[in-house]
């Protein structure tokens, strides 16, 4: 008898569960039900599959009986109880048992498609001696000689040689700086000029992206020819696979692939597995992509953490070949050989972060959340001018940083000298609900400046947090309330142009935001931020989550938290189970699991 007070498991769990055993016409069989069910709830935290060897660690699934149900039996017994059904990847089965891990089907093959598409685009690149030279020459304009390996070279050199790339780096390491020097260099031994498209998985990421591109693009002496080709805007992965309203599928597909000769995807640690298997099926053999990230964020908010996933740590080292090439580009080590027959030689990670030098409080702190070290961390608040542990009450704080930041928002002289105000400050939380979450903060800073409790007020900033492709505004997009010339007021929005206006009547759902989720603010940066954590442990605080929100402050860090919660959130890490990491691995293509209704 199921114990439904504490039951952590949805009716929707329990569905699928009795659906599933229907189909393999066992209704009677309690572990193959309570199999399917744990799979369903572990999709629902972030998992891909259900890890029969690790999920026995963690609850619920190693507290069965406490809701009525039959513990959980050991691996390889499970295993074999399993065996009795065909679940094979083959088979027609909903669910699918591979190398210890239980998968919905569609789960299964968005890992596939994903696992395979960068089987097979793992195509070396071939230079002519023309095209060598050209990009020699790009490459010595744009990366100085160095006495120590220059990561920024060798990612450029290897997006040269590789048809799919993977850049990995933290903050300040040269991400887009990189990447436009490359798609410059791509473009230069191009023997035409080559459609580029630069594409993230928000808008907010998109944006941020297209303007780092522009700014990097300034700081370059390009030809006519070389700067035309590199985009000045780039699009959210959604409306470049083309959106087919109330379908989950896209325009675009293997069918129909997207028109790219280069894409360019950027913050791809944000993209979860089902975008991105859509993402790959969509991309033609002959698009030479690079994708751009973070490896240590936050993973993606639905289930997977692909980036993670294919980022493998230490890095194998490369192969002989591209040992060579490397070196006749400038990039000369025995530390870049692999020792074994494994290595990567689509991975480049950045090393040297050039925002947070060796004096750098964030940088130093960024590490020891990294290393998992919460008292190093803790002491460098006592020593680092850029970083500050508040003691004050959060209330005492908010009415400090309103006065400081927000209050006199309305009074600045222009529309852009009041977008740059906001850009100084955020508040970010873990949670949104709570006295530290960010309904409450915002509710608590807006009666300090909206008195009248108007629904719209000069100076007020505006999040939005549902996509309309109409108005061209994205889940995450941030404007402000400003009066136009004829003084009404105006939500406005940053756009290559300048600024555009909504009139606030036509906006899709929205939010005020003085504060906002930790999550929300990837692929943002402010001067100054300050965290405030929940006043009690909580499992959504993490060291990613933390190293997230840390890392979107440029110049100052501010932290509202408990030394208690601060230890258990740097021990507390993501893991998400998944097969992607082993399986890229093996050597063959898995073909056959590919069967089935695309999804």
């Keep these: 008898m199921m114990n439904n007070q504490s039951m952590p498991f949805q009716p929707i769990d329990i569905a699928l569960a009795k659906r599933v055993c229907q189909w393999h016409n066992a209704t009677n069989s309690q572990l193959l039900m309570q199999s399917v069910l744990a799979t369903s709830f572990a999709l629902q935290q972030g998992h891909t599959c259900l890890s029969l060897k690790d999920c026995l660690q963690e609850s619920p699934f190693n507290e069965m009986e406490s809701f009525g149900f039959q513990p959980f039996p050991a691996t390889d017994d499970w295993m074999a109880a399993l065996s009795e059904f065909n679940l094979d990847p083959n088979s027609q089965s909903p669910i699918i048992l591979h190398n210890q891990r239980l998968y919905l089907r569609r789960y299964f093959q968005f890992e596939t498609e994903v696992l395979n598409f960068f089987k097979r685009h793992n195509q070396r690149i071939t230079l002519d001696s023309k095209q060598a030279a050209t990009a020699r020459q790009y490459l010595n304009d744009f990366f100085a000689p160095s006495a120590e390996i220059d990561w920024q070279r060798a990612a450029a050199i290897n997006a040269l040689f590789s048809q799919v790339s993977l850049i990995t780096g933290g903050p300040g390491t040269g991400k887009t700086y990189t990447v436009t020097r490359i798609l410059a260099t791509l473009v230069a031994i191009s023997p035409s000029m080559p459609l580029i498209q630069l594409a993230a998985p928000t808008g907010k990421a998109a944006q941020r992206l297209a303007e780092s591109i522009r700014e990097a693009k300034q700081s370059m002496s ?17 409306r470049l696979l083309g959106v087919i309203p109330n379908s989950i599928h896209f325009k675009h597909d293997e069918n129909n ?32 992509v690079i994708f751009l990230g973070d490896a240590d964020q936050l993973p993606s908010v639905a289930a997977g953490s692909v980036l993670t996933d294919l980022i493998e740590r230490p890095h194998p080292g490369y192969s002989p070949e591209r040992v060579k090439a490397l ?4 990039i000369e080590t025995s530390e870049i050989s692999a020792q074994a027959s494994t290595f990567r030689d689509d991975l480049t990670e950045l090393k040297r972060s050039r925002r947070f030098d060796g004096g750098s409080g964030i940088g130093k702190l960024a590490k020891a959340i990294l290393n998992g070290q919460p008292q190093p961390g803790i002491t460098l608040f006592e020593t680092q001018t850029d970083l500050e542990w508040l003691s004050t009450p959060l209330d005492k704080a908010l009415k400090q940083w309103t006065a400081e930041y927000y209050r006199d928002l309305p009074s600045q002289r222009s529309l852009s000298d009041a977008f740059l105000q906001l850009k100084q400050f955020r508040i970010l939380c873990a949670h949104r609900e709570g006295e530290q979450g960010v309904e409450a903060i915002n509710e608590t ?37 400003w009066p136009n010339e004829s003084g009404q007021l105006m939500v406005w929005f940053e756009s290559l142009e300048g ?21 929300k603010t990837q692929g943002s940066e402010f001067s100054h931020v300050a965290m405030v954590l929940p006043d009690a442990a909580s499992a959504i605080v993490t060291r990613e989550l933390i190293y997230t929100g840390l890392t979107r402050a440029k110049n100052a860090f501010t932290l509202v938290a408990s030394s208690a ?32 209704s695309k999804l």
């Design 222 to 238: 390009l030809d006519l020819f070389v700067g035309e080709a590199i985009p000045d805007e780039a699009t959210t992965i959604h």
């Design 565 to 596: 919660v601060w230890k258990q959130g740097i021990t507390n890490q993501v893991h998400r189970w998944a097969g992607l990491s082993s399986r890229l691995n093996q050597n063959d293509l898995e073909e056959g699991s590919e069967k089935g």
């Design 327 to 330: 070196a006749q580009f400038g």
């Design 257 to 288: 692939p997207i028109n790219a000769d280069i894409l360019l995807i950027d913050e791809a640690s944000m993209i979860d597995l089902p975008l991105m298997a859509r993402l790959v099926r969509a991309i033609k053999p002959s698009t030479q």
């Design 445 to 481: 800073i807006s009666k300090q400046l909206n008195i009248n409790r108007q629904p719209f007020y000069k100076g007020q900033p505006i999040m939005v947090t549902q996509n309309h492709y109409g108005l061209k505004l994205f889940n995450g997009d941030i404007g402000l309330v």
């Design 499 to 519: 600024y555009r206006a909504v009139a606030p009547g036509r906006l899709p759902s929205h939010e005020t935001v003085f504060a906002m989720t930790i999550h």
